[in-house]
């Protein structure tokens, strides 16, 4: 949103407050796909990534550990 038209945003806006707001479709994906937010949102999340597992180093190695790491790392991978 923070990319987008005064437009987009609100036709965004008004799709998400109303109960199943599909009639804006095509426009809210051509205004995801104009600002390029997947990407953007993509390498937040990477740093979000990086930045937990700092964070995790600092705890000693288990399963609980190797079970945050990877879930960080399906988060990021995921594609859907």
Do not use: C, M, W
């Not at 990319?3 to 109303?18: D, F, H, M, P, Y």
């Not at 796909?33 to 930045?51: G, H, L």
């Not at 609980?64 to 594609?79: D, I, P, S, T």
Request: charged share 25%.
């Amino acid at each position: 949103l923070q990319q987008g038209t005064a437009e987009q945003r609100e036709i965004i806006k008004v799709s998400l407050q109303q109960e199943g707001g599909l009639k804006n479709l095509d426009k809210i994906l051509e205004a995801i796909e104009a600002t390029n937010a997947i990407e953007i949102s993509r390498n937040y999340a990477a740093q979000e990534v990086d930045r937990a597992l700092t964070y995790l180093q600092v705890l000693p190695d288990s399963i609980y550990k190797n079970a945050l790491v990877e879930l960080a790392q399906f988060a990021l991978g995921r594609n859907h």
